[in-house]
């Protein structure tokens, strides 16, 4: 861990070693990263870690991302992609709120439904109703805009990373399906 000034961590944050978060310890190192290496689904084991860090923001950037695996288990409030995007989310910011700390929830664009006429705006709610990623991260928004809790909301949108050991991002996987020649790029230009 990387020290802040006075020793102590600026952030602490859930899903470190995942694609995006080990992009954001690699680009804002200066933030002394506190991992809280904890089941976000599990309450009490969310409590002691939020309590224990001596960090004042807690940056969840935790999540069950695989879009086609959350499409298996659409309307499942029981199933993993729900309790992890959604259960653990509000685990962590009611964590926050007891503990007096800010709380960043990092979600996606896949909040919205994408059928509007006009671009959405970072202000916009969600609207998703019909891919159940998106539904279960809109729902986890809701649930921290309500909480008792100090937060702010992160929208990405298709991340990638330099070095993709684990996970396979968008930009690997079309250049992989325009090697293999499962796709190919429309050269004809417009009209």
């Known amino acids: 861990m990387i020290e802040a000034s006075y020793g102590l961590p600026l952030v602490a944050a859930t899903?470190?070693?995942?694609?995006?978060?080990?992009?954001?310890?690699?680009?804002?190192?200066?933030?002394?990263w506190d991992p809280l290496a904890v089941d976000i689904t599990d309450q009490a084991a969310v409590e002691a870690a939020v309590s224990a860090t001596p960090a004042a923001v807690i940056i969840n950037l935790a999540a069950y991302t695989d879009?086609?695996?959350?499409?298996?288990?659409?309307?499942?409030?029981?199933?993993?992609?729900?309790?992890?995007?959604?259960h653990g989310a509000g685990n962590i910011a009611r964590a926050c709120a007891r503990a007096g700390k800010h709380f960043v929830q990092v979600s996606t664009d896949y909040v919205f439904e994408g059928d509007r006429q006009g671009p959405y705006l970072e202000t916009d709610d969600g609207d998703a109703r019909t891919d159940w990623y998106g539904v279960t991260k809109r729902d986890a928004e809701d649930l921290i805009k309500h909480a008792d809790v100090g937060w702010a909301i992160v929208r990405v949108s298709f991340p990638y990373q330099r070095h993709s050991e684990r996970k396979t991002d968008l930009v690997r996987r079309i250049a992989e399906q325009l090697r293999t020649g499962t796709i190919t790029p429309d050269v004809s230009g417009p009209g």
């Open 15 to 32: 899903g470190t070693t995942g694609m995006v978060g080990r992009r954001a310890k690699e680009l804002f190192p200066e933030l002394g």
């Open 67 to 86: 879009v086609s695996g959350a499409r298996q288990q659409s309307g499942d409030k029981d199933g993993s992609c729900y309790r992890i995007n959604v």
